[in-house]
């Protein structure tokens, strides 16, 4: 009887639509639409229920060192700004302690490069195999001659090594870098350098184009000298 019941054909189940009345208010809501906004409204009320119960069981001594670090700005709290946490003393002493590590690494830098070029020169300076040798005639210069070449063929086996030619290029490429990251050291102090003059007290003012004696990529600046009491 079943099977019977489901062979007969059945009516296709539409929704209702929005009336024309009602069309400037968007599309009627469907029930499975209003599934979806009722779940997202009930679990934000159980979110707005578990901080109210933490509120009301809240500890009244309990403190957070935000309490104190951060400030409420149209009800947001916001951290407060750090821009006058240290005092101008403060600033200098920690640029100069900054500027005192970029320094110690530049010297050890320079010191690495000084040693790894003197090791190399060393290298490239090696005293030269050859030898120069003197005949009377053609024959003792055939005879001689005929020695040299046998004496190459024995030496050929105890050339320098791919190895080491290997271990000089690589400490060439080393060097090199070594050299890039100096120069950048060096950039990077004279950089810090200026930055700590220029917080100094004094009047001063940026030197241009056409007042520079050797011209430079760098802003080069003039202080207002100032007589010492």
């Known amino acids: 009887m079943s099977s019977l019941r489901n062979a007969i054909p059945r009516k296709a ?7 024309k009345s009602r069309k ?9 639409d209003y599934v979806v ?11 707005l ?18 309490m104190i670090k951060t400030k409420t700005v149209d009800g947001v709290h916001r951290p407060e700004s750090e821009a006058n946490k240290y005092t101008q003393d403060e600033l200098m002493l920690m640029k100069t302690q900054d500027i005192g590590y970029v320094l110690q690494k530049l010297q050890s830098e320079r010191k690495k490069i000084e040693k790894l070029t003197a090791v190399l020169h060393s290298l490239d300076n090696r005293p030269s195999s ?5 005949a009377e005639d053609r024959e003792e210069a055939k005879e001689i001659r005929s020695r040299t070449s046998e004496n190459k063929l024995a030496t050929a086996f105890v050339d320098v090594p791919d190895e080491i030619k290997r271990k000089t290029a690589s400490s060439y490429r080393e060097l090199e870098a070594r050299k ?5 050291l060096e950039k990077l102090y004279m950089d810090m ?12 003012r940026k030197l241009g184009e056409d007042e520079i004696v050797q011209p430079t990529s760098r802003p080069v600046y003039k202080w207002r000298t100032e007589r010492k009491r």
């Open 13 to 19: 189940h539409k929704e209702r639509s929005q009336p």
């Open 24 to 32: 400037k208010f968007g599309f009627l809501e469907k029930h499975k």
């Open 37 to 47: 906004r009722a779940k997202a409204f009930h679990k934000k009320e159980e979110a």
């Open 49 to 66: 229920q578990r901080l109210r119960e933490k509120a009301a069981f809240r500890n009244p001594d309990e403190f957070y060192f935000k």
């Open 130 to 134: 050859k030898h120069i040798y003197y």
């Open 180 to 184: 890039n990251r100096a120069n950048q």
């Open 193 to 204: 350098a200026m930055q700590k003059e220029l917080q100094k007290n004094g009047r001063k």
